[in-house]
């Protein structure tokens, strides 16, 4: 095996320190490409999502107005309900009141009634007794 020896003479020394001084300029400037490129990318990326953003917020606001259309009909016909439920409430509450009153009547007829049966079972127990001693006869 034969060693292969070399001699560093400071103009290759100077050569190296220059191709490696080279090699870092050229990977620093890609590196500023590449960092320039992405910001660019980037930038790109945030103006799409921005206005994809803004397209999704105005449909959002769409929906928002179209929830408030519908909330302003509900409430219109809620409205409408509450003025007919209170026209049957009305119309219920004057029916109860004729009922009551009928019921009333009923127990003052009921109160009549009874007084004029009465009336005529103490009339016809008078007829009878009085039927009764008058054929009584002793004997």
Do not use: C, Y
Not at 9 to 19: A, P
């Amino acid at each position: 095996m034969e060693m292969m020896t070399s001699r560093w003479t400071d103009d290759r020394m100077d050569d190296l320190k220059h191709q490696v001084d080279e090699l870092g300029h050229r990977m620093e400037d890609g590196f500023a490409e590449q960092r320039r490129e992405m910001n660019a990318r980037f930038d790109r990326l945030e103006k799409s999502l921005e206005v994809r953003f803004d397209k999704v917020d105005e449909r959002f606001d769409k929906v928002d107005e179209r929830f408030e259309k519908v909330d302003e009909r509900f409430e219109k016909v809620d409205a409408k309900f509450d003025a007919k439920f209170d026209g049957v409430n009305a119309r219920f509450d004057a029916v109860n009141e004729q009922i009551a009153r009928t019921q009333e009547m009923v127990v003052g007829l009921h109160a009549t009634l009874t007084r004029f049966s009465l009336g005529f079972l103490g009339a016809a127990l008078v007829a009878i007794i009085a039927a009764l001693v008058a054929s009584w006869s002793p004997v």
